[in-house]
């Protein structure tokens, strides 16, 4: 494995030099940017495999970041905060974090948390890796295995023919560019094209095997007045539309713990009220009744009684 390239996001720029040095002390290349915006531009130009996020920042907070990071990014994500409440916790491991360290924090203990991600996301990223001797092509839930000729969709198996399979082979290799008809006429059967409808029937049959509604295409997709293509797309959009959801439901989860959380408060608010009430009544008592005798000996002065 290559260095691992980490991002520091940290509008404190002390802490975020601080860090920084540790971090190439322990032979990471370090990235740092002072708000959430640079944090993302960052991301877009370089590969990072782990972020260290400040939550309370200007222009863009680490939340927000981090939940839009999490549209198209899996690398692991600790937060750092000065917030120390276990619903701040909540939140930010809900919104995509997989860590949270509250400051001030031990810097050895922060390197101790990258380390383990680190590792443990190395073994994912060697886990997932493709591996040429595999020769298999993945699309989604569309997996195609050239070694066993085999196609299947979701992890069940897809019967094709071996016409249909060079097809898809020739797509999915490509994945993303557009193929005339005439382009795949002459690559799968390699002859000059003579009469691409045999490969628009070919097409149809794909769509019927390999798509849940051969109308509306997740995977083989026409590009009108031009050709086919294999979107390329798909499996993250699924991944966007999954994440989405998920975060949707911790929103959910959390304006409900909140709900609890200040209700609780408030109940506690007036039941401490109480207690200071009740241990003090004697006191309130006593301010009270002097308060009534001046304000009797005021009215007594007025009516000449005094």
Not at 68 to 80: A, G, N, S
Not at 148 to 170: A, H, Q, R
Not at 249 to 268: C, D, R
């Amino acid at each position: 494995m290559e260095k691992y390239h980490v991002l520091v996001v940290e509008d404190d720029n002390e802490i975020a030099n601080a860090i920084k040095i540790y971090l190439e002390n322990q032979g990471y290349d370090v990235y740092v940017g002072n708000d959430g915006l640079e944090g993302l531009e960052i991301i877009e130009k370089e590969t990072i495999h782990l972020a260290i996020v400040d939550i309370m920042m200007p222009r863009m907070d680490g939340l927000t970041m981090v939940s839009k990071l999490r549209e198209k990014y899996d690398f692991p994500v600790i937060f750092l905060s000065a917030k120390s409440e276990d619903i701040d916790k909540i939140m930010g491991l809900n919104l995509g974090g997989d860590d949270y360290v509250t400051k001030p924090f031990v810097p050895m203990e922060l390197m101790a948390r990258v380390r383990s991600h680190l590792r443990r996301y190395g073994r994912y990223l060697d886990a997932t890796a493709p591996k040429e001797s595999d020769h298999v092509y993945i699309c989604g839930g569309l997996e195609l295995n050239v070694d066993t000729k085999t196609v299947s969709v979701d992890g069940k198996n897809v019967k094709v023919t071996p016409i249909e399979f060079k097809i898809l082979e020739l797509l999915m290799k490509n994945a993303g560019k557009v193929f005339s008809a005439d382009d795949i006429y002459e690559r799968v059967w390699n002859e000059e094209a003579i009469n691409s409808e045999t490969v628009m029937v070919h097409v149809r049959n794909l769509r019927e095997k390999i798509e849940i509604n051969p109308k509306k295409p997740q995977y083989l997709k026409v590009v009108w007045g031009v050709g086919y293509k294999i979107d390329k797309t798909i499996g993250g959009n699924m991944k966007n539309k999954n994440r989405l959801l998920k975060i949707l439901l911790f929103s959910v989860l959390i304006i409900a713990s909140l709900v609890t959380y200040l209700s609780y408060g408030v109940k506690e608010k007036m039941t401490s009220t109480k207690l200071d009430f009740d241990n003090n009544r004697s006191r309130i008592t006593e301010i009270l009744t002097s308060k009534s005798i001046l304000l009797d000996m005021k009215i007594q002065r007025r009516k000449g009684n005094l």
